[in-house]
C-alpha cells in the first residue's frame, strides 16, 4: 500500500523557520518524483516545490521570488523535506506531499498519492 505520512507541523511565530518531513512507504521512492502542496482556509491546493527522482529540484513562482523555500530528499530514509524559513502569517495552510510517479511536473492532479496532510499555523 502506498503512503506518505507528513510530520513537523505546529504554531509558530512570524519569522520562525519550520521543517516539514514526509516518510513514503509501499513504492520506489527513489524513482519517483516528489511535491510540496499546501492548503490555506477557502482556498485551493497549490503547488508550493518538487523535487525530481534525480535530486533537482523546483520551485512555484511564488516560491521562486521569496527563497523562503528548500526541497530536498533522502532516498536512503525514503524522506522528502521542505524548509521553510522566515514564516509568514499567510503561510498558514495544511501542508501535503504527494507524489507524481515518473513525472516531474507541478500539476495537481498528476500527483496520485497523497499524505494527510500537516497542519502549519503562523501567528503575527
Known amino acids: 500500500q502506498m503512503q506518505l505520512s507528513e510530520s513537523g507541523g505546529g504554531l509558530v511565530q512570524a519569522g520562525d523557520s519550520l521543517r516539514l518531513s514526509c516518510v513514503a512507504s509501499?513504492?520506489?521512492?527513489?524513482?519517483?518524483?516528489m511535491g510540496w502542496f499546501r492548503q490555506a482556509p477557502g482556498k485551493e491546493r497549490e503547488f508550493v516545490a518538487g523535487?525530481?527522482?534525480?535530486?533537482?529540484?523546483?520551485?512555484a513562482n511564488f516560491a521562486l521570488m521569496e527563497g523562503r523555500w528548500t526541497i530536498s530528499r533522502d532516498n536512503a530514509k525514503n524522506i522528502v523535506y521542505l524548509d521553510m524559513s522566515s514564516l509568514k502569517p499567510s503561510d498558514t495552510a495544511t501542508y501535503y506531499c504527494?507524489?507524481?510517479?515518473?513525472?516531474?511536473?507541478?500539476?495537481?492532479?498528476?500527483?496520485?498519492?497523497w499524505g494527510q496532510g500537516t497542519q502549519v499555523t503562523v501567528s503575527s
Open positions: 523535487i525530481s527522482m534525480d535530486d533537482q529540484p523546483y520551485y
Open positions: 509501499g513504492f520506489a521512492f527513489a524513482r519517483a518524483n
Open positions: 504527494a507524489s507524481s510517479g515518473g513525472s516531474i511536473t507541478m500539476l495537481r492532479h498528476l500527483y496520485n498519492v
